[in-house]
């Protein structure tokens, strides 16, 4: 008709179907253009949904990155509070309480100054580096690459998150009577049997209420991987803040969001079912 004459003089492309289709699919109330980009797909010229080509696919990797450096972390600070928790729980009490503050003491500080310090304690001619120099175990010229990496964003975070595996890990402890140990080192066993099959079940509420806790929070973490992570230590978290203040792409952010709510709580059902939420305990 003379309306399609008159679109072609304006531009060429108002002839191309596939624009149309585009305007007809996106023209609707609701639209699931932006959740097909968060998983890496989109829809081509003849409106079937295919995948992105494979350098533009980011969205998939930043999702996997997240959670198995979620998990690196979590197991990290059950490695590490699990002997702070034991101490602090068998010390008399004023030297725990003292060793509480310190474990406390981070709570008083900025994360953002918690982190700036890690960049300073990890960068190539930071603290770690030139004791690691002087001591020898290092030559000047093969300085580790700490920082702005995976390795920067682990480190960091686990430091940061340490506090929250250990406070449950302490409350659990501290119920557990000492004597329980003792008489199953009288009936025979050795202190490892002692501690796999008497100790240690008794310890899995306060593990897994940490667990819960640090994993959690380091799916969302934002300002650490930020600043410490690099291009290879980013979450998905920074791609959501990237779409959210820089690209503007409000959609796409909220659909990244959406399906990292529902993959955490996808997570937290599979968690309830395998080992309970009314076994966890937080103090």
Do not use: C
């Not at 191309?16 to 989109?42: C, H, K, M, N």
């Not at 302490?170 to 557990?176: C, D, E, G, L, P």
């Not at 796999?196 to 929070?217: C, D, E, H, M």
């Amino acid at each position: 008709g003379p309306y399609r004459e008159a679109l072609l003089k304006i531009d060429k492309d108002w002839g191309d179907i596939g624009i149309w289709r585009l305007i007809q699919r996106e023209g609707r109330p609701y639209t699931d253009s932006y959740l097909l980009a968060a998983v890496d797909f989109q829809y081509n010229d003849q409106n079937e949904v295919v995948a992105l080509p494979e350098n533009q696919r980011i969205h998939i990797l930043l999702f996997q990155r997240t959670f198995i450096l979620s998990l690196v972390i979590t197991l990290l600070t059950i490695l590490l509070a699990y002997p702070i928790s034991y101490l602090l729980a068998n010390l008399p009490a004023r030297k725990a309480n003292l060793l509480m503050i310190l474990v406390l003491l981070p709570f008083w500080t900025s994360l953002l100054v918690r982190t700036t310090s890690w960049i300073v304690m990890l960068q190539t001619q930071g603290v770690l580096n030139d004791l690691l120099v002087w001591i020898g175990v290092l030559d000047d010229e093969n300085r580790l690459q700490m920082i702005f990496n995976q390795t920067g964003t682990i480190i960091a975070m686990t430091h940061i998150l340490l506090p929250f595996m250990v406070l449950p890990l302490y409350s659990v402890m501290k119920t557990i009577p000492p004597n329980y140990l003792r008489a199953a080192r009288s009936l025979g066993a050795n202190p490892f049997t002692a501690f796999w099959k008497v100790y240690l079940p008794q310890t899995v509420p306060g593990v897994s209420a940490g667990s819960v806790l640090v994993f959690i929070l380091a799916i969302g973490y934002f300002i650490t991987p930020a600043l410490v992570g690099g291009r290879t230590g980013q979450l998905i978290s920074n791609r959501i803040a990237f779409h959210m203040q820089e690209s503007l792409n409000w959609g796409l952010a909220a659909a990244l969001g959406g399906i990292l709510l529902v993959a955490t709580l996808l997570l937290y059902i599979l968690y309830n079912r395998l080992v309970g939420v009314d076994k966890v305990k937080l103090g």
